[in-house]
C-alpha cells in the first residue's frame, strides 16, 4: 500500500430536489495538490442514487487501481458498501427481508469500482461545516440548477434561424 499522502482523496454527494425528481451528484478529486471536480445531472431520480453516483463517478474518473480516501455524507452509501453489499450478494441481491435490493444497478457498478481500488469508506456527517463535504454539495446543487434549467430551456432542434 502507498503512504497516506499518495492517496487519492475524494469527496461525494448527492442531491435531489423531490424525491423522486430532477438530482445531481458531485465529486471532487485531490491527488498530489491537483484537484478535479465532477458532476453530472439526472431529470428524474432519487436522493439515493445520486448519493452513489458521486461515488461511483469519482472511482471511475481514476485511471488505475489507486488507494481512495472517500468521505461521504451518505450512511446509505457508506454501510452499503461496507457491510450490507456482501450479504445481498450472497443472497442473489436480496435484502435480510428477502426484497429485491434497490439501486442494484448501481451497486453493481460500485463494487465493480471499489474491487479496483483499494478504498477506505469514510463517513462525515452533513452540513457540519467540513470544507470539501460544503464544497462538493455546492457542486451538487449548482448542477442540479444548472441541469434543471437546460431541461426547462426549449431546444431548438431543426430550427432555421
Not at 39 to 48: A, L, S
Request: aromatic residues 6%; positive net charge; charged residues 25%.
Amino acid at each position: 500500500m502507498q503512504a497516506d499522502s499518495d492517496a487519492v482523496v475524494a469527496y461525494t454527494d448527492g442531491a435531489c430536489s423531490g424525491n423522486p425528481g430532477p438530482g445531481a451528484w458531485g465529486a471532487v478529486l485531490i491527488f498530489r495538490g491537483r484537484e478535479l471536480e465532477l458532476c453530472g445531472f439526472e431529470p428524474d431520480t432519487t436522493n439515493n442514487r445520486m448519493e452513489l453516483m458521486g461515488a461511483i463517478a469519482a472511482l471511475e474518473a481514476l485511471k488505475r487501481g489507486c488507494d481512495v480516501h472517500l468521505h461521504s455524507d451518505s450512511q446509505y452509501v457508506c454501510k452499503g458498501i461496507s457491510e450490507w453489499l456482501p450479504g445481498w450478494q450472497r443472497r442473489g441481491w436480496k435484502t435480510a427481508a428477502g426484497k429485491p435490493v434497490l439501486n442494484r444497478d448501481l451497486w453493481e457498478r460500485l463494487a465493480i469500482q471499489a474491487a479496483r481500488h483499494k478504498v477506505r469508506w469514510q463517513w462525515v456527517r452533513g452540513h457540519s461545516g467540513v470544507p470539501l463535504n460544503e464544497r462538493v454539495d455546492q457542486l451538487a446543487r449548482r448542477c442540479l440548477e444548472e441541469g434543471r434549467g437546460r431541461a426547462a430551456s426549449p431546444q431548438d432542434a431543426g430550427s432555421a434561424a
